[in-house]
Antibody
Framework: EVQLVESGGGLVQPGGSLRLSCAAS????????MHWVRQATGKGLEWVSA???????YYPGSVKGRFTISRENAKNSLYLQMNSLRAGDTAVYYC????????????WGQGTLVTVSS | DIQMTQSPSSLSASVGDRVTITCQAS??????LNWYQQKPGKAPKLLIY???NLETGVPSRFSGSGSGTDFTFTISSLQPEDIATYYC???????????FGQGTKLEIK
């Protein structure tokens, strides 16, 4: 059974940093592109970052230069290093697996809440 | 960047009704369009990929159509368990970019 379990969320002050982790199981982690997607309370979904199987990384303009996605295939783990955090980064952060068929996200974790507040 | 305009933002329908949600892209995205269902407090679930393909295990009352800039998501006969928010999502490969629509909150009348 495919499982994705996020951890590392919490309360952080504006300008601070946080590192999220996602533990993957039930599939060959190294063979899949992986993503982070966030959702502010009561709002829609926003793609945050992607990492390919070769370690290539991609970001939208809203987080580029502040967030860094990485993976450790030996540990079946995905990470998101978030620096220079702002109140607007407050959200539930999901890790998600990209399907082999099309660009959809076929498995998601349960999410971890990041709150940026003083 | 490609913008996705999803409508309506909310919808009230009765059990058994046919429900339709639309998504319009700001430019041609071929069939690079997916649909998700999200229930309160839960992660999204992929229902339709590449505009019209049903994800494994998803009931056949869900369907999608369209290409280019205009896409449609349909529930042929609304069931109580379909109450959720639905999102479209487009993707680009060069470079990889993923954009979600604003969502449609579906309620039972």
């Amino acid at each position: 059974e495919v499982q994705l379990v996020e951890s590392g969320g919490g309360l952080v002050q504006p300008g601070g940093s946080l590192r999220l982790s996602c533990a993957a199981s039930g599939f060959t982690f190294s063979s899949y592109d992986m993503h982070w997607v966030r959702q502010a309370t009561g709002k829609g979904l926003e793609w945050v970052s992607a990492i390919g199987t070769a370690g290539d990384t991609y970001y939208p303009g809203s987080v580029k230069g502040r967030f860094t996605i990485s993976r450790e295939n030996a540990k079946n783990s995905l990470y998101l290093q978030m620096n220079s955090l702002r109140a607007g980064d407050t959200a539930v952060y999901y890790c998600a697996r990209e399907s082999r068929t099309g660009g959809g996200f076929d498995y998601w974790g349960q999410g971890t809440l990041v709150t940026v507040s003083s | 960047d490609i913008q996705m305009t999803q409508s309506p933002s909310s919808l009230s329908a009765s059990v058994g009704d046919r429900v339709t949600i639309t998504c319009q892209a700001s430019q041609d995205i071929s069939n690079y369009l997916n649909w998700y269902q999200q229930k309160p407090g839960k992660a999204p679930k992929l229902l339709i990929y590449d505009a019209s393909n049903l994800e494994t295990g998803v009931p056949s009352r869900f369907s999608g159509s369209g290409s280019g800039t205009d896409f449609t998501f349909t529930i042929s006969s609304l069931q109580p368990e379909d109450i959720a928010t639905y999102y479209c999502q487009q993707y680009d490969n060069l470079p990889p970019r993923y954009t979600f629509g604003q969502g449609t909150k579906l309620e039972i009348k």
